[in-house]
T-cell receptor
């Protein structure tokens, strides 16, 4: 158990809908990362938050957005869903302190999104 | 920009045989390198990491990896495969702590009895 929790575990929805994925980082971790895993694209970084602020952006679609709340949990919002958004979405967390050379990302179990 | 290439999308070994999973990286700055394992229907678990200390890194479950700068490689090895090692293995690179990981496409390891 990595200490990172994600809900829900599975999500089935229809095209055009909007869903929210939730992530709770390990206790004490300030950084949260979102990754998407799909068969054709592999594991791709979407977005990172550090202590409530957006820190880095990857291949995240404009239809997707995220935020990190004061209690450090994060939510990934996916809207106007398309069939191609079906994937496994992972959240990872790390301590995130500047200058920590051994900072390690610990991954949650993921949310499997199926868009029908 | 950084990138990772994992040679072989599928590797099959006999139980008790040497496991060798290949990873080559590209980075314009000294990299931090990681190996993660993903068991079916589970998240990614950290096996080991290189952060510029010792070049030979020992991880969990008997795995180790050696950082070779001249070859830009970080291959994962285990002397004797066990059935429980069957999983997907991902090599990842980043350029400092607290930065996103760039993953390879993964190598699926099958262990044959």
């Amino acid at each position: 158990d990595s200490g990172v929790t994600q809900t829900p575990k599975h999500l089935i929805t229809a095209t055009g809908q909007r869903v929210t994925l939730r992530c709770s980082p390990r206790s004490g971790d300030l950084s949260v990362y979102w990754y998407q895993q799909s068969l054709d694209q592999g594991l791709q970084f979407l977005i990172q938050y550090y202590n409530g602020e957006e820190r880095a952006k990857g291949n995240i679609l404009e239809r997707f957005s995220a935020q990190q709340f004061p209690d450090l949990h994060s939510e990934l919002n996916l809207s106007s869903l398309e069939l191609g958004d079906s994937a496994l979405y992972f959240c990872a967390s790390s301590v995130g302190l500047a200058g920590v050379r051994t900072d390690t990302q610990y991954f949650g179990p993921g949310t499997r999104l199926t868009v029908l | 920009a950084q990138s990772v290439t994992q040679l072989g999308s599928h590797v099959s070994v006999s139980e008790g045989a040497l496991v060798l999973l290949r990873c080559n990286y590209s980075s314009s700055v000294p990299p931090y390198l990681f190996w993660y394992v993903q068991y079916p229907n589970q998240g990614l678990q950290l096996l080991l990491k290189y952060t510029s200390a010792a070049t030979l890194v020992k991880g969990i479950n008997g795995f180790e990896a050696e950082f070779k700068k001249s070859e830009t490689s970080f291959h994962l090895t285990k002397p004797s495969a066990h059935m429980s090692d069957a999983a997907e293995y991902f090599c990842a690179v980043t350029f400092s702590g607290n930065t996103p990981l760039v993953f390879g496409k993964g190598t699926r390891l099958s262990v044959i009895a």
